[in-house]
């Protein structure tokens, strides 16, 4: 008969064989365990579990939520409507801009005016200084008097301005009439003039030194003519040609020419210059801010010499 320790072995494997069933068991309930308490199924998935987030198409999905949900869509808008900005000013668009104003009825009757238009009324201040005989920048020569005055050098306009006479006002009420004659450089300001001593004191005392002022282009009554002038050192081969007296401002001066009329170009220094002899000596055609021409004939070429005619350009 064996031994007891030779029977013990088979109750050990009959015990082995037990648990590994129960094992078994026991894993097989929980897979179903499992099974049964996933997401899909229906049941809680705890707290480790996060719902998913809903994003726009081309985004990136994230566990944590938008603090600022996308607006809806109108849902009776064939086409997405875009979320309405607070537009800045800068980011308006700009307005189209206004054409600039046309020119003052006045300008239409002086086609050829420069920046001092008839009609105008232009703001300003009014200096002065020693005319002494009056003589200035455009070089007319002594004055008759001296109710003359120097224009800024941008209304000045290369000479343009030379021989207008402008009605100038302070805000007392008092005015007087001057005749440009000569330049006003930096820091003249546009619109300034610098006014003789003798025609400022008509205006206010010299102690004032600047007041505000308006003034406007004049077509004065007059009974002079036009005078002609050619620059000492001018000859058949080079000249330079002024004229002096006109009423109105002088926009153009004109030689005659085999082909016609030729334009001079004005100087600085109100000269009509002619440099290779074109014209010098012959007829000359003179054209006002208002397009009026007058022709003068039968003048030599005498330097510095002041030959009258017997024209005059008509009151406006």
């Known amino acids: 008969m064996a031994s007891r320790s030779h029977r013990r072995p088979p109750r050990t494997r009959r015990r082995t064989a037990l648990v ?3 094992a078994v068991a026991a894993a097989t309930l929980v897979v179903s365990l499992v099974v049964a308490l996933r997401p899909d199924g229906g049941a809680d998935a705890g707290p480790a579990a996060v719902a998913p987030v809903a994003v726009s198409q081309g985004s990136t999905a994230s566990a944590t939520p938008s603090p600022k949900p996308e607006p809806k869509r109108s849902t009776d808008s064939p086409t997405p409507t875009p979320t309405p900005t607070t537009a800045t000013p800068s980011a308006r668009p700009s307005p189209p801009r206004a054409p600039k104003p046309a020119p003052r009825p ?3 009757t002086a086609p050829l005016a420069g920046r001092i238009k008839p009609g105008v009324a232009y703001q300003g201040v009014a200096t002065h200084y020693d005319a002494a005989d009056g003589n200035g920048a455009c070089l007319f020569g002594p004055s008759p008097d001296l109710m003359v005055a120097a224009m800024n050098t941008t209304d000045y306009e290369t000479s343009k301005a030379c021989g207008a006479h402008v009605l100038v006002r302070a805000a007392n009420g008092a005015s007087v009439t001057v005749r440009i004659t000569n330049e006003c450089p930096l820091p003249c300001a546009p619109g300034q003039l610098d006014l003789s001593k003798e025609a400022f004191a008509k205006l206010a005392g010299l102690s004032a030194g600047r007041i505000p002022v308006t003034w406007s282009l004049l077509s004065p009554s007059t009974s002079e003519t036009v005078s002609i002038r050619y620059k000492t050192g001018s000859s058949r081969h080079w000249c330079a040609v002024q004229a002096l007296g006109h009423r109105n401002p002088l ?17 600085e220094y109100n000269y009509f210059l002619s440099p290779d002899g ?9 054209t006002d801010i208002y397009g ?9 070429v005498r330097p510095d010499a002041v030959q009258p005619t017997r024209v005059q350009f008509a009151r406006h």
Request: net charge positive.
């Open 292 to 300: 009026e021409q007058l022709t003068v004939e039968g003048l030599a």
């Open 251 to 267: 926009a153009r001066l004109e030689v005659r020419t085999g082909s016609g009329w030729h334009r001079l170009t004005r100087t």
């Open 20 to 22: 590994s069933a129960v």
């Open 106 to 108: 006045a300008s239409d």
């Open 278 to 286: 074109t014209g010098c000596g012959g007829s000359l055609r003179l």
